[in-house]
């Protein structure tokens, strides 16, 4: 009997492309002709020259930064993509503990990696309009390369892997354990969604904290309540739980 739900070693079999310098390995993917998009197709590059944050904010991309892009193509409902990015911050999470075993990554919703409070990587979810539609995940994460290209941020400055971890670095290793991770995750939550949520949860740092969160709409102060079945933040705020589908945490209290 043939499974409806992708399967990892499956995915791990399609092609990786690999280029020294893009605009957007993102990018690359969402302009992919369908018909050459193979489910799990992944794209990295050494340097990008217009790497894309959320908001279409500036992602920096100088060379020793991992940059990397995998398409999927879910088949559930377009309410539940957005859980997308909580996969794919799991795996960059659980990749760099594995390689960096001296660092404790944290995940800051939504999609911030950091450590010790200063931000080591990052994640952004695109989708095509087409049908099937794809969905691409993103992650930059800061590995050897030299702070001076790091933009300056008055909270949760940029870090870098090389100055945290007393461990070598090796991008290639540490691009095939993030593009493992994410794919065993997308699978497992096609399956079961809600185990990836608890994952998230436990690898998140923000369980117990007040945050100072930027809606779009204003600044709200509340304390981090978890998030909601579509990966939504819910904060408490006196007694009353909000929610926000989108956002930036701005401060984290004690
Ligand atoms: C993100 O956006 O953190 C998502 C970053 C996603 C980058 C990957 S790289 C592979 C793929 N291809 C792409 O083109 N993009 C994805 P956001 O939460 O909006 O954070 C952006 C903010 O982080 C910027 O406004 C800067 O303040 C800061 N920032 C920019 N570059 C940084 C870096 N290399 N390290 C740390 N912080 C950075």
Known sequence: MT?????????????????????STNQYLLDLPANELLEGTTCTALIQTNGIGRNNRVWHSPLGGLYLSIAVKPDTPPSQWSQLSLVMACAGSIAIKANFPD????IKWPNDILIENRKVAGVLLQSSNEKPCRV???????VSLNPVYLPKRPVFPATV??????????????????????????????RK???VVQKWQALCGLSGHEIVFQAPNGTVNGKYSGINDQGFLLIKVDDEILTFPSGDIVGIKE
């Open 193 to 195: 969604p809600q185990e």
């Open 103 to 106: 660092t404790n990554p944290l």
């Open 161 to 190: 892997l090389s100055f945290e971890s007393q461990y070598p670095t090796n991008l290639r290793e540490l691009e095939i354990a993030v593009r493992r991770s994410f794919i065993e995750l997308y699978c497992l939550w096609q």
């Open 136 to 142: 691409v995940a993103g992650i930059g994460i800061n």
């Open 3 to 23: 499974s409806q739900y992708a399967d990892p070693d499956n995915l791990l079999k399609a092609p990786w492309k690999r280029f020294d310098r893009l605009p």
